[in-house]
Nanobody, 117 residues
Framework: QVQLVESGGGLVQPGGALRLSCAASGFSFSYNDIGWYRQRPGKERELVAHITIGGTTNYADSVKGRFTISRDNAKNTVSLQMNSLKPEDTAVYYC???????????WGQGTQVTVSS
């Protein structure tokens, strides 16, 4: 079955950096786009970064220039390098893939990122 397992979250001071990873299995990873989403306290889940099968990336305006998404098709992993972190980046971060004709959403369990001094 489809599995997405996020890791790399934690507590970091403002201005710091974290690298999140998502290990995927159960589907043809290299033939699917992958997204990183986050859910901040009291907010709806939002798209943070997205990478296509060809490596094209796009980002939410709030993270452009600070976050970088990348993928390793040999290892079935997607990473999110987060630099210059701000308190407003505090959230649970999720990996996502949409599969099938109806683009059904699959999610990992999420990883908590807390930016605080």
């Amino acid at each position: 079955q489809v599995q997405l397992v996020e890791s790399g979250g934690g507590l970091v001071q403002p201005g710091g950096a974290l690298r999140l990873s998502c290990a995927a299995s159960g589907f043809s990873f290299s033939y699917n786009d992958i997204g990183w989403y986050r859910q901040r306290p009291g907010k709806e889940r939002e798209l943070v970064a997205h990478i296509t099968i060809g490596g094209t990336t796009n980002y939410a305006d709030s993270v452009k220039g600070r976050f970088t998404i990348s993928r390793d098709n040999a290892k079935n992993t997607v990473s999110l390098q987060m630099n210059s972190l701000k308190p407003e980046d505090t959230a649970v971060y999720y990996c996502n893939v949409k599969l099938g004709l109806r683009y059904r959403d699959y999610w990992g369990q999420g990883t908590q990122v807390t930016v605080s001094s």
